[in-house]
């Protein structure tokens, strides 16, 4: 499981005192924790949910550092970049904006969906057929161009 292999690196960065991973991952951590005690009742999240909080913090790091790089603070744009690779070894690997293209291209075909009016269940379906595997914002931008192209 995802969330063990998490809390057995974490401890593997302690005894080493990588305060980077340390942090990072307890912060990973912390969400996860969060997102397992969120709504009803709590309930242990499958590798697949433990992923999309990963994404989520991973996300975050990202916004954080354009914004503090826009602000002129680069030393804690560096600490947030640095803080999203840690969290990048933990996901899949990214597409590229070929392999998107083609994957969407196939789940619209699949579920024939075209024009700009069936944009919710496009986005559904590609979500799925991509598994994660992109961020949300390229590929509604993929599906906007497919639904507008056919």
Known sequence: MLKARLESDLR???????ELVTSTLRMALTA???AEV???SAREL???E???VLTKEAKKRREAA????DAGR???AAKERAEEEVLAGYLPKQL???ELTAIVRDALSAAGLSGMSSMGPAMKAAQAAVAGRAEGGRVAAVVRAQLAAG
Do not use: H, P
Request: without cysteine; charged residues 40%.
């Open 12 to 18: 593997d960065a302690m005894k080493a005192r990588d």
């Open 32 to 34: 996860v924790r969060n």
């Open 38 to 40: 969120a709504g009803k």
């Open 46 to 48: 499958s590798d697949d």
């Open 50 to 52: 433990v992923l999309s």
């Open 66 to 69: 354009d914004a503090f790089a």
């Open 74 to 76: 680069e030393a804690q």
């Open 96 to 98: 590229s904006e070929e």
